[in-house]
């Protein structure tokens, strides 16, 4: 998920990326630490040697550590925003200025938190749209949540708008599709991909800067803060955060609403 604070195919991850960083690897190590500096105490032994020489031989160890950790914390996230959604089911009731697809009635609604720029979102997104059109039975929601910018960089708020724009000429899907495609976006590219997917400039321009659009946007930021969300891309189905951002695992988690 790509995390922020204001906020597996194998699975690729949400930013800030959630796979081992630096920081996590610091922190179980300085766990296993911890255990080797009273050790002696406990065993009279050179018993952080024989840790030590063993995690060597066995670097896997860590992995499996921090593993374990990252699903400790992956868990009580989602434990987090449930409880949220729970609590504040009218944050995800049907807002018709969002895109989406599918049966407005359908017994599954599928929505999906996310930015232009996310690795994460981009990194899925290819599968994630296999997946909406395999499922004309669900209403997918898409939730334009930007939240990559920093100082004046406004790029991916610029994304949102204009995504949203081509929705006003009913060129969402394409336009939506081209952002996710495209490595490195400027509004230069962003207005390109406009234009390529048959959007008029002009008008899109006006809808880019209207006040309608600025409060979608924040609701939908509201609407994030309300349900605790801690970064993108984040699916929510029927109510429910997936562990996971894996196509596989969304995917399984639509065939089991579906089920319920």
Known sequence: MTEDAPVTPTAPRRTLPRWLTAGRLALGVS????????APHLTGRDFGGQVRDYLLTN?????????????????????????AIASNPA?????????????????VVVHEFFDYRCPGCKAVSQDFMQIVLANPDVRFVFKEWPILDRGDDSTSQYAARAALAAQAQGRYLPVHQALMAE??????????????????LGQAAAAIA?????????????????????GTPTFIIN??????????EVAAAITSAKGG
């Not at 766990?31 to 009273?38: D, K, N, P, R």
């Not at 160890?61 to 409880?83: P, T």
């Not at 490195?184 to 959007?199: K, P, Q, T, Y």
């Open 59 to 83: 670097p896997q160890v860590l992995d499996e550590v921090m593993a374990a950790r990252q699903a400790a914390e992956d868990g009580a996230r989602v434990e987090q925003v449930n409880i």
């Open 31 to 38: 766990g296993v630490a911890l255990g080797l500096a009273a």
């Open 91 to 107: 944050l995800l009731e049907h807002d018709p200025r969002d895109p989406s697809i599918g049966p407005i009635e359908a017994k």
């Open 210 to 230: 209207s006040p309608a659009t600025t409060r979608h946007i924040a609701d939908i930021h509201t609407a994030a803060a309300g349900l605790q969300l801690t």
């Open 239 to 248: 109510g429910k955060a997936t562990a996971s951002i894996a196509p596989a």
């Open 183 to 200: 490595p490195s976006l400027s509004r230069e590219s962003i207005d390109r991909i406009l234009a390529d997917n048959g959007v008029t």
